[in-house]
C-alpha cells in the first residue's frame, strides 16, 4: 500500500465512520477501485485506522468525557446488548460480512428508511431530551438495541443508533451526539478484538506498515472531527433525507459492478 492509497482510505474512513452511510460500503468501493482489496494488509489498515476515528470522539468532545461517572455508565449500558450479540453470534456476523451483496442491499434498505425519518419522527428539531445529561439508562439501553442492528454490514451504527435515539425522543443533536460516544467503547473493543484476530493468525505488522498505519490514523482523525462538526451542524438543520439518496446510489453503485463482474472484496 502506498501513502497516497493510505491517506485516500483514511480519508474515506473518517468521513463515512460517524455519518448515516455505511463506511463498509464505502471502503469496498474505495479499495476495489485502487486494486488493493486483495492485499492482506488492508484489511489490517482499514480496521487499525479506526483508532484515528475513535480519538476524534474523545478530543472533540472531551468536556463530556469528564463531566460525570454516571456517563461511563449510561455508555456501558448502551455497549452491553452490541457485546452479548457480537458473542454469541461472532461467527453469523463474520459470515455476513464476507457478503458484498448484503452490504448493496442493507445500503439501499437503510437509505429507503432514512427517506422517512423526519417523517416518521417529525421534521422539527426539537425533543424532549434536549441534551446527553438528560440521557437515562432505559434510553441507553434501547439505543444499544438498535445498535446490534448495525452488524448486518451496511447498516451503518450510526443510522442505527441515530435513529434509536429519535426513537427514545432525544433531538437530531443530541441523538448524533450520543452516537458518536457510544461509538467509542464499541469500536474500541470491536477494533481492538479484530487486530488481535488477524495480529494472531498472520505475520502481523512489518516495518514498512508503520508508516501508511501512523499516517493513516493522522488523518481519519483529522477529518472524522471535521465529519462530525459538519455532520450535526447539517443535520439539525436538514434531517436526514439526502443520506437515504445518496445510500441508495452508492448501495445501486455496487450492485451494477457486482452484475459486471467487478470483484469487489470487503476489507
Same mark, same amino acid.
Given at each position: 500500500?502506498?501513502?497516497?492509497?493510505? #491517506? #485516500?482510505?483514511?480519508?474515506?474512513?473518517?468521513?463515512?465512520?460517524?455519518?448515516?452511510? %455505511? %463506511? &463498509?460500503?464505502?471502503?469496498?468501493?474505495?479499495? /476495489?477501485?485502487?486494486?488493493? %482489496?486483495?492485499?492482506?494488509?488492508?484489511?489490517?489498515?482499514?480496521? +487499525?485506522?479506526?483508532? =484515528?476515528?475513535?480519538? /476524534?470522539?474523545?478530543?472533540?468532545?472531551?468536556?463530556?468525557?469528564?463531566? /460525570?461517572?454516571?456517563?461511563?455508565?449510561?455508555?456501558?449500558?448502551?455497549?452491553?446488548?452490541?457485546?452479548?450479540?457480537?458473542?454469541?453470534?461472532?461467527?453469523?456476523?463474520?459470515?455476513?460480512?464476507?457478503?458484498?451483496?448484503?452490504? *448493496?442491499? +442493507?445500503?439501499?434498505?437503510?437509505? $429507503?428508511?432514512?427517506?422517512?425519518?423526519?417523517?416518521?419522527?417529525?421534521?422539527?428539531? &426539537?425533543?424532549?431530551?434536549?441534551?446527553?445529561?438528560?440521557?437515562?439508562?432505559?434510553?441507553?439501553?434501547?439505543?444499544? $438495541?438498535?445498535?446490534?442492528?448495525?452488524?448486518?454490514?451496511?447498516?451503518?451504527?450510526?443510522?442505527?443508533?441515530?435513529? =434509536?435515539?429519535?426513537?427514545?425522543?432525544? @433531538?437530531?443533536?443530541? *441523538?448524533?451526539?450520543?452516537?458518536?460516544?457510544?461509538?467509542?467503547?464499541?469500536?474500541?473493543? +470491536? @477494533?481492538?478484538?479484530?487486530?488481535?484476530?488477524?495480529?494472531?493468525?498472520?505475520?502481523?505488522?512489518? %516495518?514498512?506498515?508503520?508508516?501508511?498505519?501512523?499516517?493513516?490514523?493522522? $488523518?481519519?482523525?483529522?477529518? +472524522?472531527?471535521?465529519?462530525?462538526?459538519?455532520?450535526?451542524?447539517?443535520?439539525?438543520?436538514?434531517?436526514?433525507?439526502?443520506?437515504?439518496?445518496?445510500?441508495?446510489?452508492?448501495?445501486?453503485?455496487?450492485? $451494477?459492478?457486482?452484475?459486471?463482474?467487478?470483484?469487489?472484496?470487503?476489507?
Amino acid at each position: 500500500m502506498t501513502i497516497i492509497e493510505a #491517506v #485516500v482510505l483514511a480519508i474515506v474512513e473518517g468521513i463515512t465512520e460517524f455519518l448515516p452511510v %455505511s %463506511s &463498509t460500503g464505502h471502503m469496498i468501493i474505495a479499495s /476495489s477501485l485502487m486494486g488493493i %482489496s486483495h492485499d492482506e494488509f488492508t484489511k489490517s489498515f482499514t480496521v +487499525a485506522i479506526q483508532f =484515528g476515528a475513535i480519538l /476524534s470522539v474523545v478530543v472533540l468532545y472531551w468536556k463530556r468525557f469528564f463531566k /460525570s461517572i454516571n456517563f461511563y455508565f449510561k455508555l456501558f449500558v448502551g455497549f452491553i446488548p452490541a457485546a452479548i450479540l457480537g458473542f454469541l453470534l461472532g461467527d453469523y456476523i463474520d459470515a455476513m460480512l464476507e457478503n458484498v451483496t448484503v452490504v *448493496a442491499i +442493507a445500503l439501499i434498505a437503510g437509505g $429507503v428508511v432514512l427517506l422517512f425519518v423526519d417523517r416518521l419522527f417529525g421534521a422539527d428539531i &426539537t425533543g424532549d431530551v434536549s441534551t446527553t445529561e438528560k440521557i437515562g439508562y432505559k434510553n441507553a439501553f434501547v439505543i444499544g $438495541v438498535f445498535q446490534c442492528i448495525a452488524m448486518i454490514p451496511g447498516v451503518s451504527r450510526s443510522a442505527a443508533t441515530i435513529i =434509536g435515539g429519535l426513537t427514545q425522543k432525544l @433531538t437530531r443533536k443530541v *441523538a448524533a451526539e450520543f452516537s458518536f460516544f457510544l461509538a467509542v467503547p464499541t469500536m474500541f473493543a +470491536a @477494533t481492538g478484538y479484530k487486530l488481535y484476530t488477524l495480529y494472531s493468525d498472520g505475520p502481523g505488522f512489518t %516495518s514498512d506498515d508503520y508508516m501508511p498505519l501512523i499516517i493513516g490514523n493522522v $488523518v481519519a482523525f483529522i477529518i +472524522a472531527i471535521f465529519a462530525m462538526r459538519s455532520f450535526v451542524n447539517y443535520l439539525t438543520k436538514h434531517g436526514f433525507k439526502i443520506f437515504g439518496y445518496y445510500r441508495i446510489i452508492v448501495g445501486t453503485i455496487i450492485l $451494477v459492478l457486482l452484475a459486471l463482474g467487478v470483484d469487489l472484496q470487503i476489507v
